[in-house]
């Protein structure tokens, strides 16, 4: 129960729906139990005493009853149902707030799918719970309680030995519980891995189709859909073992009921009506009981759904706002790191060893390097979207913890090697860290990326909608709108990693050009493998495994005898020499 106690918070707001429900069920429970009442006086009082004048009258309160019961039935569902429904709105919208505000770290590691699946599967199976399981569970504790005392009331030792069966039915039934509850388990995680096989998948589609692995993917996919089915087939033995076993026991009780119940009519001991109406008692424990192991099933759905909501929900958020922590308006962007030293893993090397340098405000760092050298590291400790194992970050002579996370990062305009554009209008993506955006402004980010003259090509122009991932436009032309994002929000702080590595020249250059607009009076960090995309850069930083091997501008760096940036522009320069003879 810790599960359902932990998320209390979410469906205890709306208790009074779950309360107005359960009054409406004990109505609706109330008149069930009635029923085989009526039919024993109609039998014993009516029928056998011969005052058949009464008839019509059993006839109209019954019908009374009845219709009663259609409409507290309505508003027991109807409410219940309002309950789990409220209740669930508020759990998927902490959990898509946790998502916003969990780490880089905790995203490291996690799978999309599972996270989808977490977010609507699992969300669901809790709702069932509360919507049904929980009422149907109070229904049968009421059901089979009033159907009990009702049977002591009439003939205690009819009830006794006819409910002699029952106490084998719970063991049974929990018996089930134990079974089918890691089986529920494994159906979800399996579930998790098939969705995130599959939105893998269909974001991955164009390595998938290009280098023609079709096939792969689908036995791939084949595999983790046999494991759902394994699953599913596991826990479906699992009921079909167990509930004709619960029934069994049931039908035991009723021929226990019938033999000795018969014996008493004829005896006299009972009158034939209260017979009648233990018939129709019995099934009302039975019936519950064999449902309980539904309610259990639900029960056990909901608990595994709730501790997999849960786990999500008890993340640590550990890049937090410290206290005292102010919100800046526009820095200025001088960024320093002093000896600082970072790992992402306990058990990992260190990424970045003892980093000290100095930004000015409205300098140029060019951050170069083999791949896995720490550039990209250098730029998300500025963002802080990890925070250093050792050293000290600082931005305008404070520690970045100073400032509030959100004012830091919205004076940090970031683009990626390849930018995420969502799946709305050019506008909105151009605005998307400003939303009040004026739309001059836009328009003239647009300009400064070079991005403004093919939007205006396009048919709906800056409205045009971009399909999923920026579907419709070219790397380039993604590109610059990305630019175009980064600079609408005016940052002080400009980091571009890799912005340009996976256009063509063409492109390059134009990106380049949008660049050097963008870069006037704002610290860039430019990360770079061409050369040619840093050489103007103010200071450069040479990386190797982590540290920083050389530092200076191009022409002090090419002047230094062997070393890695000369190394890297002899490359680099030669192959250009190489094509320039070749095309001679
Ligand atoms: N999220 C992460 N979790 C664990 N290790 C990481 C993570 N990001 C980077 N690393 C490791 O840290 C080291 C530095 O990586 P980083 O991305 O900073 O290199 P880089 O110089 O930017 O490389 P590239 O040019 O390929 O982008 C690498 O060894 C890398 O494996």
């Given amino acids: 129960m810790n599960t359902f106690k932990r998320l209390k918070e979410f469906y205890w707001p709306h208790k009074g729906y779950f309360f107005w429900s359960i009054l409406f069920l004990l109505l609706v429970t109330g ?31 019954f019908f009374v009853l009845m219709a009663l019961k259609g409409l507290f039935t309505y508003f027991h569902q109807y409410l219940g149902d309002l309950f789990g429904i409220k209740a669930v709105y508020e759990l998927r919208d902490a959990l898509y707030r946790k998502l916003q505000f969990l ?15 977490r977010l609507t599967a699992d969300v669901e199976g809790f709702r069932f719970f509360l919507s049904f399981g929980f009422a149907q569970l109070i229904n049968l504790v009421m059901l089979v309680g009033l159907s009990m005392g009702i049977m002591f009331y009439f003939s205690p030792s009819l ?16 018996q089930f519980d134990k ?25 991955g589609m164009n390595t998938v189709k290009s280098l023609s692995k079709e096939d792969f993917e689908m036995g791939r996919f084949d595999s983790k859909n046999n494991d759902y089915k394994d699953k599913y087939v596991y826990t479906a033995n699992i009921w079909a073992k167990y509930f004709p076993l619960m029934e069994l026991i049931g039908q035991i009780s009723v021929v226990v009921l ?21 018939f129709s008692l019995i099934w009302y424990i039975i019936g519950p009981l064999m449902n309980l192991g539904f309610i259990v099933n639900t029960f056990s759905q909901s608990k595994a759904s709730g501790e997999r909501l849960l786990q999500v929900l008890d993340e640590d958020e550990d890049i937090l706002d410290k206290p005292g922590a102010i919100t800046v308006d526009r820095l200025n962007g001088n960024v320093s790191f002093e000896n600082v030293s970072h790992r992402y893993d306990e058990e990992e090397e260190l990424a970045l060893k003892d980093i000290t340098f100095f930004a000015e405000s409205g300098k140029t760092i060019g951050l170069i390097g083999a791949t896995g050298s720490g550039k990209t590291s250098i730029t998300q400790l500025i963002s802080r979207f990890y925070e250093p194992d050792r050293g ?58 070079q991005a403004h003259d093919f939007i205006m090509e396009l048919p709906d122009g800056y409205d045009t909608v971009l399909g999923e991932r920026g579907m419709g436009l070219s790397g380039g032309q993604k590109q610059r709108i990305a630019i175009a994002r980064a600079i609408c929000i005016d940052p002080s ?35 770079a493998h061409r050369i040619s995309s840093l050489m103007h850069a103010d200071e450069i930083l040479v990386l190797d495994d982590g540290t920083v091997a050389e530092r200076g501008t191009h022409d002090e760096l090419l002047t230094i005898e062997n070393g890695h940036y000369r190394r890297i522009y002899d490359i680099q320069f030669k192959d250009r020499h190489a094509v320039l003879q070749e095309a001679k």
């Fill in 159 to 174: 009830a006794l030995l006819t409910l002699a069966s029952m106490p084998f039915l719970a063991v049974t039934v929990y």
């Fill in 179 to 203: 079974k089918v509850h890691p089986a529920f388990t494994d159906i979800r995680k399996s579930f998790a891995g098939m969705t995130t096989k599959v939105q893998e998948n269909i974001s």
């Fill in 392 to 449: 000290k970050i600082e931005i305008d002579g404070k520690t970045i913890d100073s400032f509030t996370i959100k004012s830091l990062r919205k004076n940090i305009g970031v683009v990626l090697q390849e930018s995420f554009l969502f799946s709305s209008s050019i506008k909105d993506n151009i605005s998307y860290g400003l939303p009040d955006a004026a739309m001059e402004d836009i328009e003239d980010a647009a300009k400064r990326a």
């Fill in 31 to 61: 008149i069930t139990v009635v029923y085989p009442v009526i039919l024993k006086f109609t039998i014993d009082n009516v029928i056998l005493e011969g005052n058949f004048e009464l008839v019509p009258y059993v006839a109209i309160g």
């Fill in 493 to 527: 702080i400009l980091i571009l990693d890799d912005a340009t590595s996976a256009v063509d020249m063409e492109t390059e250059s134009k990106i380049q050009a949008a660049f050097r607009e963008v870069m006037k009076g704002r610290t860039t960090f430019i990360i």
């Fill in 258 to 278: 019938l033999g000795y119940g018969g014996f008493l009519v004829i005896n006299g001991a009972i009158q034939p009506g209260v017979l009648v109406a233990f």
């Fill in 103 to 117: 780490p880089f770290r905790y995203y490291d590691n996690a799978r999309t799918g599972d996270l989808m699946s």
